[in-house]
T-cell receptor, first 112, second 116 residues
Framework: DAGITQSPRHKVTETGTPVTLRCHQTENHRYMYWYRQDPGHGLRLIHYSYGVKDTDKGEVSDGYSVSRSKTEDFLLTLESATSSQTSVYFC???????????FGSGTRLTVV | QKEVEQNSGPLSVPEGAIASLNCTYSDRVSQSFFWYRQYSGKSPELIMSIYSNGDKEDGRFTAQLNKASQYVSLLIRDSQPSDSATYLCAVNTLNSSGGSNYKLTFGKGTLLTVNP
């Protein structure tokens, strides 16, 4: 499936704890994205990356940070998780030469 | 704020009928348009892309684009129960320099139910 792996697939964490989600690709694509999906809100862009160490904010970036030290890995960190960050998180890549995205399988995060 | 609007549905059609899904967008300079299908509990899957005014057909799917009206639609012919899913419209716009910003804005999706 386009070589995208998200980990973990499911996670339950407590309010105030840090959480890191990982997106790994095997095809060397330049653009990677983190979205969250919530009922009534659809898919909203959190952060994206256009190369190693090159990242930018999306529409719902508050409370999130990202890092991309290698082409294949894009990490999303919740510095201090809150219940409002309970969501399904999708990583996506934009394949070179294309405009559409390919999505990973998602991470279901619950903050209690 | 660039917006993409879709009717949330649910849209219910009988098996074998044509399902018509609609999407409007606010940014007049939008360039690329996509339809994704998302089954419950799964990730979105790209099914159609369209870049020019007019129709684009792929099997049972036809995407229609009208940039003057800022409107894009997806028709599913001979609908099957397996087509029951949420359909997401996504739009790629230009940045301030006139190039692609490589960011997709998604609508909230339309839930389609095809009844046997």
């Amino acid at each position: 499936d386009a070589g995208i792996t998200q980990s973990p697939r499911h996670k339950v964490t407590e309010t105030g704890t840090p959480v890191t989600l990982r997106c790994h690709q095997t095809e060397n694509h330049r653009y990677m994205y983190w979205y969250r999906q919530d009922p009534g809100h659809g898919l909203r862009l959190i952060h994206y990356s256009y190369g190693v160490k090159d990242t930018d904010k999306g529409e719902v970036s508050d409370g999130y940070s990202v890092s991309r030290s290698k082409t294949e890995d894009f990490l999303l960190t919740l510095e201090s998780a809150t219940s409002s960050q309970t969501s399904v998180y999708f990583c996506a890549i934009r394949k070179t030469g294309g405009n559409g995205y390919t999505f990973g399988s998602g991470t279901r995060l619950t903050v209690v | 704020q660039k917006e993409v609007e879709q009717n949330s549905g649910p849209l219910s059609v009988p098996e074998g009928a044509i399902a018509s899904l609609n999407c409007t967008y606010s940014d007049r300079v939008s360039q690329s348009f996509f339809w994704y299908r998302q089954y419950s509990g799964k990730s979105p899957e790209l099914i159609m892309s369209i870049y020019s005014n007019g129709d684009k057909e792929d099997g049972r799917f036809t995407a229609q684009l009208n940039k003057a009206s800022q409107y894009v639609s997806l028709l599913i012919r001979d609908s099957q129960p397996s087509d029951s899913a949420t359909y997401l419209c996504a739009v790629n716009t230009l940045n301030s320099s006139g190039g692609s910003n490589y960011k997709l804005t998604f609508g909230k999706g339309t839930l389609l139910t095809v009844n046997p």
